[in-house]
Every structure is written in C-alpha cells, then in structure tokens.
C-alpha cells in the first residue's frame, strides 16, 4: 500500500503521515532525507525527532540511494521528505537524479508493508524563482505527479486538515 501526502510549508503533512503510519500495525521506520548542512536544518530535524520522540518509529537517515537500503522488508516506512530527496539526487554529487528518486521509491514499495511518502505543494506561494530553482521545483512537480499517480491514497494537507483526493479514507 502506497499513502502520498502533500502540504504546504507548515501545512500540518508531517503529523498527518505519522499518523497514518501510527495506525498501522508492526515496524515503523521514519526515513529521513534531510541533510543536515546548516543550523536552520539542525532545528528542523530535532523538532521533528522531538516530535516522534515516543512514537515507537525507528529513524534511518539515508539522503540518497533509496533502492540500496536494506532490512526495510515488511515494515511501515515514513519518507520525510520527498522534496529533500529529490533535491539531494539532483544536486549532491553522489546523487543519482530524478530517475533515482522514482527507482527508490519502487524499490521501496517492492519491499515494504506500506509507505507513506510526505512531499511539499510547489508554486502555490507564488514569487519568482531563479532559473535553477525554478528546474528544480518543475523537476518536484513533475516527481509529485508520478507518485501520486502511482499511490493508492492521496491527500493534500491544509491548515492541518486533510483533503483526501484519492482512494478514500485514512485509518
């Protein structure tokens, strides 16, 4: 079974994923993308490993190369975030590109009892982007639409409420 969840910054997506997979039975592993290359970033991981602190998720921090993680069989994966990934497969010089992060993903769902898969809304802020970033954000956009195409459940996280779009009701 495949969950995608889309949010805005702050939306409330990485608590609604958690507990999607809270509801779950069995192994739960958070899988966190984030690489942690600043202070900013620092802050942003120890509020969220704070925040699953005594949910019973085992963390594996992996920042590329998902289809080589192993000892994933069976379990109810959490991959926070997608849009972290995708940036570091494009842009980290072991990255494997935007084929890498679709492979991953497969070879997650080839292996895993569900995954729930947290990515962010692009361009619903607005602004204007430089050219690279604008690449990227089309680049997620573009990964966004394939995964939730391929999920068997959608939902679009605002102000902390879910808006399913496909394959009905959550736990």
């Known amino acids: ?71 994933l069989e069976g379990a109810n994966l959490l991959l926070e975030c997608l849009s972290n990934l995708t940036a570091n497969e494009l842009y980290d010089p072991e990255g494997g590109g935007v084929e890498a992060v679709l492979w991953g993903v497969d070879s997650l769902l080839a292996r895993c009892g569900h995954l729930t898969v947290v990515s962010n809304e692009v361009f619903s802020g607005g602004g204007s982007w430089e050219a690279g970033t604008r690449a990227y954000l089309w680049t997620l956009a573009k990964v966004n639409r394939t995964l939730a195409a391929r999920a068997d459940r959608v939902a679009e996280v605002v102000c902390g409420l879910p808006n399913v779009l496909k394959g009905g009701a959550f736990p």
């Open 1 to 71: 079974m495949f969950t995608f969840v889309i949010g805005g910054a702050a939306s409330g997506k990485s608590e609604y994923a958690e507990s999607v997979v809270l509801g779950l039975p069995g192994r739960r592993v958070y899988l966190a993308a984030m690489r942690p290359v600043d202070q900013e970033c620092r802050e942003r991981i120890e509020k969220h490993r704070r925040a699953r602190r005594h949910k019973g998720f085992e963390t594996v921090e992996r920042y590329t190369d998902l289809a080589g993680l192993q000892g």
